[in-house]
């Protein structure tokens, strides 16, 4: 597959306000601070499609951006974020899951992992959720630039046994990086299947 137009559409604070459900539909989502904002724009080729911030947990609003006129790619806000109060996070998840239950078109979600670290609780957590809800979905391990090669495959590895204890196999992953373009091909092709499938 081949972006070649990219644009944003609106930002929703619930999933009854996203544009009409007419189009195929990919989401992202993951820890703040995990790297999405760059991932997306790595992936469109676009810049400053989706805005980077420097204070994690700063997306707290669901933004779709129509890529080539098709389909949609959906920024879903940051989860994990400390500072954030018990309000917020019961927000946080009354929206993100009213969103997953409700928005028929969504084909896909891919959830992005930090590789620089072992597997995380809420992490965990929400690959069980999405097991148990019977939801597809792909992970994303970003940032792979960062570690050594030694510590990146003792993560992954890590990620791969934990998931091992409660799955018969290992989720679909693809390791990148917004950095060095890596991953990028791979995801670009997956997402060219999915819409094949749906059409």
Excluded at 39 to 55: E, F, Q
Excluded at 116 to 127: F, V
Aim: overall charge neutral; some cysteine; proline content about 5%.
């Amino acid at each position: 597959m081949e972006i070649t137009e990219a644009k944003f559409v609106k930002s929703s604070p619930n999933h009854r306000l996203c544009p009409e459900a007419k189009l195929p539909e990919f989401a992202f989502i993951g820890r703040s601070n995990v790297g999405k904002s760059s991932l997306i724009n790595m992936l469109t080729g676009r810049k400053g499609l989706a805005k980077i911030s420097g204070t994690p947990g700063k997306t707290t609003l669901i933004n779709h951006f129509l890529i080539n006129e098709s389909w949609y790619l959906v920024d879903l806000p940051g989860y994990g974020f400390a500072k954030t109060s018990k309000k917020n996070r019961e927000a946080w998840e009354k929206m993100i899951f009213d969103y997953f239950a409700n928005r028929e078109n969504l084909v896909n979600t891919f959830i992005l992992i930090d590789s620089r670290h072992k597997p995380l609780a809420n992490d965990l957590e929400l690959i069980e959720w999405f097991g148990e809800s019977g939801l597809p979905f792909v992970l994303l391990f970003t940032k792979s630039d960062k570690p050594n090669q030694k510590e990146l495959s003792r993560n992954l590895k890590s990620y791969r046994d934990t998931l091992l204890e409660s799955w018969e196999e290992p989720p679909l992953s693809i390791v990148t990086s917004s950095a060095t373009n890596k991953g990028k091909e791979e995801v670009l092709n997956l997402l060219d299947q999915f819409l094949e499938s749906v059409q």
